[in-house]
């Protein structure tokens, strides 16, 4: 059975940063691309950065330059470094494995002072 299990969100002032975490099990992780989505509240679920098998990232226009996904096929985990956070990137964040279509439990991050 395939899991994905976040960590890592919580409250943070604007201008600072987390790390989100997301370990997967039941899956050759090395061999599939992952992602990170968010919702905040009244919203749709956008997504936020993908990462290919060759390390090769995707981010959206709105992350840029302030966040960073990465992975570590030995401990099954990708992550996602978030920096200079503002209150518009308050929302649920999602781990998301496409290629079956399973998604994470979601994890809370807010932003605000």
Same mark, same amino acid.
């Given at each position: 059975?395939?899991?994905?299990?976040?960590?890592?969100?919580?409250?943070?002032?604007?201008?600072?940063?987390?790390?989100?975490?997301?370990?997967?099990?039941?899956?050759?992780?090395?061999?599939?691309?992952?992602?990170?989505?968010?919702? &905040?509240?009244?919203?749709?679920?956008?997504?936020?950065?993908? %990462?290919?098998?060759?390390? @090769?990232?995707?981010?959206?226009? =709105?992350?840029k330059g302030r966040f960073a996904i990465s992975r570590d096929n030995a401990?099954?985990?990708?992550?996602?470094?978030?920096?200079?956070?503002?209150?518009?990137?308050? &929302?649920l964040y999602y781990c998301y494995l496409p290629s079956r279509? %399973?998604?994470?439990?979601? @994890?809370?991050?807010?932003?605000? =002072?």
């Amino acid at each position: 059975q395939v899991q994905l299990v976040e960590s890592g969100g919580g409250l943070v002032q604007p201008g600072g940063s987390l790390r989100l975490s997301c370990r997967a099990s039941g899956i050759k992780f090395r061999n599939f691309i992952m992602a990170w989505y968010r919702q &905040a509240p009244g919203m749709q679920r956008d997504l936020v950065a993908e %990462i290919f098998p060759s390390y @090769t990232p995707n981010y959206a226009d =709105s992350v840029k330059g302030r966040f960073a996904i990465s992975r570590d096929n030995a401990k099954d985990t990708v992550y996602l470094q978030m920096d200079s956070l503002k209150p518009d990137d308050t &929302a649920l964040y999602y781990c998301y494995l496409p290629s079956r279509d %399973i998604w994470g439990q979601g @994890t809370q991050v807010t932003v605000s =002072s």
